[in-house]
């Protein structure tokens, strides 16, 4: 039998402000045992977060352990140590060396004012006896170990390679290739923060979590904030370090599809309860509440089109005592109707026929690089020649990497950015080059919904002000009574109540921020919405329900969208065609059904191949491997 690593027994954490207290975790018991990892899965405010932060020993007034035991087994310690009763001078001895944990967001969690290098040494030091020196080897070894640099002998290899090419008067000695490849080694440890990309920084934050070979780590959503493909390749590293290594994992995330990619066991939390837990196949193929089961039903998946999604709120209702307890009743829902191949095809026979509403030709998008005296001296190119066009009530799927150039290409698009070349033509008119009050007319026929519903709505200004906003710029709307009336009607459609129009935004959920942030881009009537990762932020629950509101609103007002995400499953859910960005250039585009079945392109492929599902198959298929 594997020793237990950490045992939680009904653990509570509280918040305490305002003469009331809020129990965050309420009771849970776990286990872990060495080499075995445990999903626990939640939407936000479940207390997923907290659990991790109580076992780290990181909570901060006003939220405190109140009750339980977390019992960890520390190396040369049989006996076991409940980490809730160390001193905090006792606990730094563990944090970070027997017990370690990852981030969500790895930008955020590594200070940009010093370089990766001192930061990982920092750490290595803290906990092992060695010199300055001796931690800058151990640096290395581990970013080779995460794959953040390639191998001594791949490296050799690539200057062996290359050198020819580069200084053919000069011959490649012994002496001179061992230079070449520790400088090439160093200089990755003298790179600091912002000049790194997402997948890298968290591989630099799972190299300084396992520098002391932690016999537990916890990886608190750390793939939130990467594109499914830089996801997959951290979920694989994951795996991989804690077979050679034998660590138990904690892997914390609001999305059951990845936790099927990963875990062991699952733990499903709500409102701060373990609610169900058991094998990862088990809870896949026969799970028995019905959070559980509305959180697998309300991921989109690339095999199935329904109608619409199912959400938690059509498995079960809930309903809270006077005395905090919640009383959940569980639904039967009746499966949504499948969207068949003859509807896909008299939509596409439709849209076909249609003169377009928008279209692009030959667009370039460039980013000035300065040189001497400010001039420029050439341009990095995030859209390059790209031409396709838009029908009217179409949505257009656009998808790829961050990076590729779709938020840039839909900035554009709304004239938000200028471009270098090219042509935007919309309703027949060619916008190019719009200024002035023409192009602030034109600006009622085009909005946007951005990423993140928490930056979008200005904190100081109440919604319903937020909303009437571009009514008071477009003077429509005679009254301010009409213009009440017109934010009321909006709220209303989105799902919300006319009473929030004198509330702010930090007393929404993301979801309703969401919706609020639907609601203003409505305001005008307009014909044309780029939604650029609108959904990315939320929650796999609150992003089906904004998804099927996307979708009732497009019928309703008769809407086209172009719709921007890096989640090719979520796309495919709300597209007629799907556009795929590489590097700046269209590499794919053709019926979403078709690109799904058929891809032609390698870079598409990988894009499918990534995305996490949760079904039985790919469970299966992760279990065969990693035993």
């Known amino acids: 039998m594997r020793e237990t690593v950490l045992e939680v027994r009904n653990l509570q954490v509280e918040f305490t402000g305002d003469g009331n207290s809020v129990k965050a975790v309420d009771g849970i018991s776990f286990q872990l045992k060495r080499g075995e990892t445990l999903g626990i899965v939640g939407e936000s405010g479940s207390g997923k977060s907290v659990t991790a932060l109580a076992v780290m020993g990181l909570l901060q007034h006003p939220g405190r352990v109140s009750g339980g035991e977390i019992w960890f087994s520390a190396q040369g310690n049989d006996q076991g140590i409940n980490l809730v009763t160390l001193p905090p001078e006792e606990m730094q001895l563990y944090r970070g060396g ?23 040494t920092e750490a290595i030091q803290r906990h092992q006896n060695v010199t300055i020196g001796e931690a800058k080897q151990i640096a290395i070894a581990l970013l080779q170990e995460v794959k953040l640099l390639p191998s001594d002998e791949q490296l050799q290899q690539q200057y062996i390679d290359t050198w020819p090419q580069t200084h053919p008067h000069s011959p490649l000695d012994d002496y001179k290739l061992a230079q070449l490849v520790k400088q090439h080694k160093e200089s990755m440890l003298e790179r600091y923060p912002h000049q790194l990309s997402g997948g890298q920084l968290q591989r630099v934050m799972i190299a300084m979590a396992i520098s002391c070979n932690p016999l537990l780590l916890i990886a608190d959503e750390p793939t939130t904030a990467l594109d499914v493909t830089v996801q997959a ?35 499903v939390m709500y409102k701060g309860k373990i609610v169900e837990d058991g094998a990862t196949e088990q809870i896949f193929n026969h799970p028995q509440h019905p959070y559980t089961k509305g959180l697998i039903a309300c991921r989109p998946t690339l095999n199935r089109r329904p109608h619409k999604l199912l959400t938690v709120s059509d498995y079960m209702s809930v309903e809270e005592t006077t005395s905090g307890d919640l009383i959940i009743q569980e639904k039967q829902p009746a499966r949504p109707p499948e969207v068949t191949g003859a509807e896909l095809s008299a939509r596409l026979e439709n849209l076909e026929k249609q003169k377009p509403l928008l279209q692009i030709r030959h667009l370039k998008v ?23 066009d838009v029908k009217p009530g179409e949505t257009l799927g656009l998808v790829g990497e961050s990076g590729c150039g779709k938020t840039t290409l839909g900035r554009t698009l709304l004239r938000l950015l200028d471009p270098i ?27 946007i919904v951005f990423q993140n519903p928490f930056s979008a709505l200005d904190p100081r200004i109440k919604v319903g002000d937020a909303i009437m906003e571009p009514l008071l710029i477009h003077s429509v709307g005679k009254t301010k009574k009409q213009r009440l009336a017109r934010v009321a009607e909006l709220l209303e459609r989105v799902g919300l109540s006319a009473d929030a129009i ?53 019928a309703e007002f008769q809407l086209t969208y172009i719709f921007i995400s890096h989640d090719l499953s979520v796309v495919k859910f709300m597209s007629d065609r799907i556009l795929v960005m590489n590097r700046g250039q269209i590499v794919e585009q053709g019926a979403a059904e078709s690109i799904y079945r058929e891809p032609k392109q390698e870079y598409t492929q990988q894009l499918i191949a990534a995305i996490p599902t949760g079904s039985p198959e790919r469970v299966r298929s992760r279990q065969t491997r990693t035993v």
């Open 233 to 267: 390749t951290i979920i694989d590293l994951l795996r991989e370090l804690q077979q050679t290594r034998d660590m138990a994992l904690i892997f914390i995330t609001h999305d059951l599809g990845l936790i099927s990619e990963i875990a062991d066991q699952v733990a």
């Open 98 to 120: 027997d017990v370690a944990m990852i981030f969500q967001e790895p930008m955020s969690s590594l200070n940009p004012v010093y370089t990766i290098g001192f930061q990982l």
């Open 421 to 447: 070349s090219g042509q935007i033509i919309f309703d027949g008119q060619d916008i190019t080059h719009l200024k002035g009050e023409p192009l602030q007319k034109l600006r009622r026929e085009m909005q």
């Open 502 to 554: 004198n509330r702010y935004p930090h007393q929404f959920s993301g979801g309703q921020r969401q919706r609020i942030c639907i609601a203003r881009s409505l305001a005008l009537n307009p014909k044309f919405i780029i939604c650029d990762e609108s959904v990315s932020a939320l929650d796999v629950s609150v992003q089906a329900q904004v998804l099927n509101l996307l979708k009732e609103l497009q």
């Open 366 to 388: 460039g980013f000035p690089v300065k040189g001497w005296f400010g001039r420029t001296q050439r341009y990095n190119m995030a859209v390059n020649d790209v031409s396709f």
